[in-house]
């Protein structure tokens, strides 16, 4: 039988350790709560600034959404036209980027030879953690000018250079998820199909795509958010025209654009109007991962 | 109903052995439920464990003797949905009404089915608990490193390579150094969770060498899947179905002549 | 015709890759074919003039304080973060939470970062435009980053090593410090430096929280231009491709630096393993 005594001292010298977990686990759990505390604080300030214009001042937010004007100096601010644009520019390099990604992601994981992909994808890898205005840098050296040239505009910046540019940037990683994804699907299903007589290309579209679906649809949605949120280097390509685009080859000025060209020197209503793009631009987001969502989760039924 | 009647057999058995048994008792259960969630694993099992002995549990796998081991030193709180009632007496203390789950562990050595000894020198290894208790002086360290190491019958191997990596030893080395390792904290008793299950069949036999060894200074509860293990190292075996202690007797007892005939049939290789 | 048609779909494959190889060469080919030129040790050490020519050292030195403030900050935050949700909680409503903030955070746009940093550190906190505010943004934004991968790190640590400290008698925490996160350690690196490329490549957000001065910034509290705002500076105001291509080369090459680095230590944590 122990003494007693003894077992109390040990017990003593533990209470130290005893405390310093209960300290650290609660040290541990603040530092979790920091990144609620700071998606709280974002959504709160943006929030608030962006709709205080609307509850305080009595500005109309139909006006603002489907106003035309964005006038500060004249106290006019409807966005329309960005949100026209935005919507333009992101279903542009939807359309342009996504099938040359998913084709590339699909000839590196199935087609070709291994020497190949081993250099490719990890190049097309490193060229998704580019910056991105590096892009916008080249679309106005190499785009801009030839769209002027070849299509005899008097300015290239214009809606088709966003969404090139867009679509480019997109193309990394888009490439670099679908891949995972097409390299995830097991042997089995291609052995399946081929031993059914169906030819390898084939197999690869009716088989292999369709059960890497859920992948791909990631690759999708994170190439979108690329795109949606990118500001510096569409600026650089965009003209920035307040105008309701008509063609493609018009000059735009999507909803991120808009804020960083005008909060450098905004204040008051005007400041707080740029907030209120912010939240457009944030609810579009929100609602675009929702519809790709349910498309995705559809499709997989 | 069945089983209260057995449970009152075994406690019988048990306080008859304590009349002629000069063992004191090291280690007693009494009443032990235990539950994940809302599944029961362990069935009132009683049961006293005597010190300087090998006491083997046995049973066809999910039959709860992991489980039960694992209530001994407490590794079962690492899971949240468990739930414990009964009692746990180890040298009169009740484990589980006390806070102190670390005196409990250090007291309480475990030794695990497949060797985890941690990615660093052998060294470190077996230092590793010690250090933990605050022991900072080198040359203490290296005495308990080699006494330990000497305890696990592996100071010959491993000596002229205490600085390097224990991964990079051979199954059944880890295995003996990770007894090294539970000895060097100086338990009480060392539990064993099918200590030999991962390691070949001569590894196996160095390790039971060493559990006969080690009985001498430490009561020894393993866990086995192995009969004939369980026949040649221990003095007492518990068969364990269903989360039931079915028998608790001297080892040579339970493999001769077992009084419920399920021990018979799990002994005599029929189930499990 | 099946057999056209496979041909067909082969085709377009082949195509798609091509023309994304091709374009992102020209890309990466035309910056240094353009700013090559410009890159000497004048351009890189020396100190930046408005007037045509002078050197970037200023940016560089921004955007390295940048990443060290944010990352000094987010680092062991995210780390603790991580080591709460993956060591400690209780699956619950709290641990959903987190998780929800921490995803939710990913998806946000730089440009929104970039208004909250605004008016959040820039006004109400009135630090002003400067090196601290644009940290403490970035700090935001690259946390969820190294939240995840260090949690993903941490995963990859057997469970039977925390077993076998615990069954010592060690406590969660000398277990967390002694074995977990030495051998998370590789994986958790190369999330941080995974980190620092992101802030590197990151503009819009700086763009609203650390202004525009091209000048060597005096302290933390100065406002100052990092690489990236500054390629975008000159490219926007003076049409200065040639001064943007070689800022570009030296992102580019940092880029490439961090990523050797990122496949250099989890290769050695594979040889660390066996």
């Known amino acids: 039988m122990p003494n007693p005594s003894e077992v109390k001292q040990t017990n003593k010298s533990n209470r130290l350790k005893y405390i310093m977990e209960f300290i650290s686990e609660k040290l541990f759990l603040i530092c979790a709560l920091i990144s609620v505390l700071s998606l709280f604080l974002i959504i709160g300030f943006v929030f608030f600034k962006g709709s205080n214009p609307f509850i305080a001042d009595g500005y109309s937010f139909i006006d603002f959404i489907f106003g035309s004007d964005w006038i500060p100096s004249e106290d006019k601010y409807g966005i329309f036209p960005m949100i026209v644009a935005s919507i333009y520019a992101t279903i542009g390099a939807l359309v342009i980027g996504v099938p040359i990604g998913l084709l590339t992601a699909i000839f590196l994981s199935e087609i070709a030879p291994k020497p190949i992909a081993k250099i490719i994808s990890p190049a097309v890898q490193l060229l998704a953690g580019i910056p991105s205005v590096l892009y916008g840098v080249f679309g106005l050296a190499i785009i801009v000018p030839f ?105 735009v000025r999507p909803l991120t654009t808009n804020i960083a060209l005008e909060m450098g020197y905004a204040y008051g209503t005007h400041q707080e109007m740029l907030f209120a793009t912010g939240i457009v631009l944030f609810s579009f987001i929100l609602i675009l991962n929702f519809v790709l969502a349910k498309i995705s989760s559809k499709g997989g039924k | 109903m069945n089983t209260t009647l057995e449970r009152k057999e075994v406690k019988e058995s048990a306080n008859v052995e304590h009349q002629n048994d000069q063992r004191s008792v090291k280690i007693s259960v009494r009443d032990l439920d235990l539950f994940y969630g809302e599944n029961q694993a362990l069935y009132q099992v009683s049961l006293d464990i005597r010190e300087k002995e090998v006491t083997a549990l046995i049973g066809p796998s999910g039959c709860g003797k992991s489980t039960f081991l694992r209530t001994l030193n407490r590794m079962n709180d690492l899971i949240d949905s468990v739930r414990i009632n009964g009692d746990i007496h180890i040298n009169g203390n009740n484990i589980y009404q006390s806070k102190d789950v670390i005196e409990l562990r250090t007291k309480v050595g475990m030794v695990f089915q497949k060797p985890n000894l941690f990615p660093m020198s052998i060294y470190d290894n077996v230092a590793y608990g010690p250090r933990m208790q605050g022991i900072k002086n080198k040359k203490e360290l290296n005495k308990i490193v080699e006494e330990s190491l000497r305890g696990a019958a592996i100071w010959d191997e491993v000596k002229d390579r205490l600085k390097t990596s224990a991964l990079g030893l051979s199954g059944g080395q880890q295995q003996r150094v990770c007894i090294a390792r539970a000895i060097a904290m100086k338990p009480d008793v060392i539990l064993m969770d099918e200590p030999t299950s991962a390691l070949d069949p001569i590894s196996t036999l160095k390790v039971e060498e060493l559990i006969a060894h080690l009985k001498k200074d430490y009561t020894i509860v393993i866990v086995t899947h192995n009969m004939q293990q369980a026949a040649r190292v221990s003095d007492k075996t518990a068969f364990f179905l269903n989360g039931e202690v079915i028998e608790f007797e001297q080892t040579d007892q339970i493999f001769s002549m077992p009084k419920d005939s399920r021990t018979e049939d799990y002994v005599t290789g029929r189930f499990g | 015709m099946r057999k056209f048609k496979d041909n067909l779909l082969l085709g377009l494959l082949w195509f798609g890759a091509f023309l994304t190889v091709a374009i992102l060469l020209i890309i990466v080919g035309y910056i240094f074919y353009k700013g090559i030129g410009l890159i000497n040790l004048d351009f890189i050490f020396g100190d930046y003039s408005p007037v045509g020519g002078g050197g970037i050292w200023p940016m560089i030195i921004t955007t390295i304080y940048t990443i060290v403030i944010s990352l000094v900050i987010a680092t062991p935050v995210g780390i603790l973060a991580a080591v709460y949700l993956q060591e400690y909680a209780k699956q619950g409503k709290l641990v959903r939470m987190i998780r929800f903030a921490t995803e939710s955070l990913t998806g946000i746009p730089s440009i929104i970062y970039g208004l909250f940093g605004a008016v959040f550190f820039v006004t109400t906190l009135a630090m002003g435009m400067s090196i601290i505010s644009a940290s403490l943004t970035l700090t935001i934004i690259v946390l969820p980053v190294i939240i995840r991968t260090t949690e993903e790190a941490l995963k990859t640590v057997p469970a039977s090593y925390r077993e076998g400290s615990l069954a010592l008698g060690s406590t969660k925490l000398q277990t967390l410090y002694k074995v977990i996160l030495p051998s998370a350690m590789p994986g958790i690196l190369s999330g941080i430096i995974l980190s620092m490329g992101r802030i590197i490549g990151e503009s819009a957000a700086i763009f609203l929280t650390a202004g525009t001065v091209a000048a060597m910034p005096e302290g933390i509290f100065s406002s100052a231009r990092t690489l990236t705002v500054h390629s975008y500076l000159v490219t926007q105001e003076s049409g200065d491709i040639e001064l943007a291509a070689a800022i570009g080369i030296v992102l580019i090459v940092m880029i490439l630096a961090l990523n050797f680095a990122a496949t250099f230590i989890s290769k050695k944590l594979n040889k660390a393993d066996y």
Do not use: C, H, W
């Open chain 1, 147 to 251: 769209l002027q040239n070849n299509l005899g505009l008097v300015k290239g910046q214009s809606l088709i250079a966003v969404i090139l540019v867009l679509a480019i940037m997109m193309l990394p990683t888009i490439v670099t998820v679908a891949e995972t994804a097409i390299r995830a699907v097991p042997k089995t299903y291609r052995e399946g199909s081929l031993a059914l007589g169906a030819s390898p290309i084939g197999t690869i579209f009716k088989v292999v795509v369709p059960a890497a679906k859920s992948g791909i649809m990631a690759a999708i949605v994170l190439g979108l958010g690329r795109a949606i949120g990118e500001t510096m280097a569409v600026i650089l390509v965009a003209g920035n025209s307040l105008i309701i685009p008509t063609s493609l080859t018009d000059s």
